[in-house]
């Protein structure tokens, strides 16, 4: 029963480098979904996705790229590193119907030097 | 748009103490209303749920309940213990769009101290 897995789940890096988070979930979920955890903000969606090849931008993806060309994977890959996006990085799957409940893999802190 | 709105933190609080987090939100139609909480350097889990006007969601005795009319799900417990030491997410379902989404609250801090 792996779930949701993350990977690296710590992660430095300097500005202006490509980093590519990933998320993987072995329930085959349809949806999935790319969150930041900032101090203040709480938890703001970047990224999410409603199935295999269809993915659509949340509250704040700016400087974000995202693909989903297996139901079971959903990498997040930041182009080119800033000092703001500095954060920690949740990603999160469901299932349509079941009462929207999300579950969370274990994060990805990255720090942007 | 649709908001929730919680408490600051951080709530520091004695063992087997009162817990109370205030949880407000803003939402068109019906939405689902949840509680999640995040262990030290864990991801989230769910707490609690609940789905329709004066449904209480209930977990590890933790309680709260939908109540439409002052647009509130408050999070309780009669008595805290060390190992509730975390941050507590309020959340509502967003249905705009395609893919239901969760709009959370900005969390707060829970310090038990024995």
């Known amino acids: 029963d792996a779930g949701i897995t993350q990977s690296p789940r710590y992660k430095i890096t300097e500005t202006g480098r490509q980093v590519t988070l990933m998320c993987h979930q072995t329930?085959?979920?349809?949806?999935m979904f790319w969150y930041r955890q900032d101090l203040g903000h709480g938890l703001r969606l970047i990224y999410y996705s409603a199935a295999a090849d269809i993915t659509d931008k949340g509250e704040v993806p700016d400087g974000y790229v995202v693909s989903r060309s297996k139901t079971e994977n959903f990498p997040l890959t930041l182009e080119s590193a800033t000092r703001s996006q500095t954060s920690v990085y949740f990603c999160a799957s469901s299932v349509p119907g079941q009462d929207d409940i999300q579950y969370f893999g274990a994060g990805t802190r990255l720090s942007v030097l | 748009g649709n908001s929730v709105t919680q408490m600051e933190g951080p709530v520091t609080l004695s063992e087997e103490a009162f817990l109370t987090i205030n949880c407000t939100y803003t939402?068109?139609?019906?939405?689902?209303l949840f509680w999640y909480v995040q262990y030290p350097g864990e991801g989230l889990q769910l707490l609690l749920k609940a789905t329709k006007a004066d449904d209480k969601g209930s977990n590890k005795g933790f309680e709260a309940t939908y109540r439409k009319e002052t647009t509130s799900f408050h999070l309780e417990k009669g008595s805290v213990q060390v190992s509730d030491s975390a941050v507590y997410f309020c959340?509502?379902?967003?249905?705009?769009?395609?893919?239901?989404?969760?709009?959370f609250g900005t969390g707060t801090l829970l310090a038990v101290q024995p």
């Open positions: 329930w085959s979920h349809s949806y």
């Open positions: 939402a068109t139609g019906y939405p689902s």
């Open positions: 959340a509502l379902s967003d249905y705009g769009g395609a893919t239901n989404k969760l709009i």
